[in-house]
């Protein structure tokens, strides 16, 4: 399995942009990164997901590089409702069997 | 529509004695899947099931078992509950492999283990 290493937690104020970088190594060849969002006494919930280079939607933009070992979680102009532990994901299927491995979670806390 | 939901939201046991816990999910999905979460550790993939009648080991199976009698519902069953056990578990469903696929949480259950 993917080992994924996120920062413990980050600090932001209203308005700015925020980056969470998770770290792959050892990633496969046809595994994914995915990105959730978790709020205090409730499951996650997707925010993004790509395979290389960049993806956008109307909430967020994921960044992967080319050797693909890292991503980065994008939010623009995060308000206090970004508040919240984001876990990004690899995943992917070998030997038909699910792989599976989320990261560790980084808190975000958002600062008037 | 109610998406994934569990149940029981909390739970306590004794060491040693049994319990089931049920998700049913309303969106018609393939794809089932129970994971447990711990302070500092994410979480991590207990069982999981591509279909009526399938199940498969995840990550961290041993303790557990589970069944998909039907495709709305996957049960985890807990034989012998040890303290070890003690943690946050959650259901999710997605229409395709996870690591490829949209997964929806539900709520979780809170499982203390004495």
């Known amino acids: 399995l993917a080992k994924t290493t996120q920062p413990i937690s980050m600090d932001s104020y209203e308005g700015q942009e925020v980056n969470i970088t998770c770290s792959h190594n050892?990633?496969?060849?046809?595994?994914?990164i995915t990105w959730y969002q978790q709020f205090p006494s409730q499951g996650p919930r997707f925010i993004i997901q790509?395979?290389?280079t960049k993806v956008t939607n109307e909430v967020a933009s994921l960044f992967i590089p080319a050797d693909r070992k890292s991503s980065t979680l994008s939010l623009p102009r995060v308000s206090l409702s970004d508040t919240a532990v984001y876990y990004c994901?690899?995943?992917?299927?070998?030997?038909?069997?699910?792989?599976?491995?989320f990261g560790t979670g980084t808190k975000l806390q958002v600062i008037p | 529509n109610a998406g994934v939901t569990q149940t029981p939201k909390f739970r306590v046991l004794k060491t040693g004695q049994s319990m089931t816990l049920l998700c049913a999910q309303d969106?018609?999905?393939?794809?089932m899947y129970w994971y447990r979460q711990d302070p500092g550790m994410g979480l991590r993939l207990i069982h999981y099931?591509?279909?009526?009648?399938?199940?498969a080991k995840g990550e961290v199976p041993d303790g557990y078992n589970v069944s998909r009698l039907k495709k709305q519902n996957f049960l985890l069953g807990l034989e012998s509950a040890a303290p070890s056990q003690t943690s946050v578990y959650f259901c999710?469903?997605?229409?395709?492999?996870?690591?490829?696929?949209?997964?929806?949480f539900g709520p979780g259950t809170r499982l203390t283990v004495l």
């Open positions: 994901l690899v995943g992917g299927s070998s030997g038909g069997y699910q792989k599976v491995t």
């Open positions: 099931s591509v279909g009526e009648g399938t199940t």
């Open positions: 050892n990633i496969a060849t046809n595994d994914y």
């Open positions: 790509g395979y290389k």
């Open positions: 999710a469903s997605s229409v395709g492999l996870a690591g490829y696929n949209e997964q929806f």
């Open positions: 969106m018609n999905h393939e794809y």
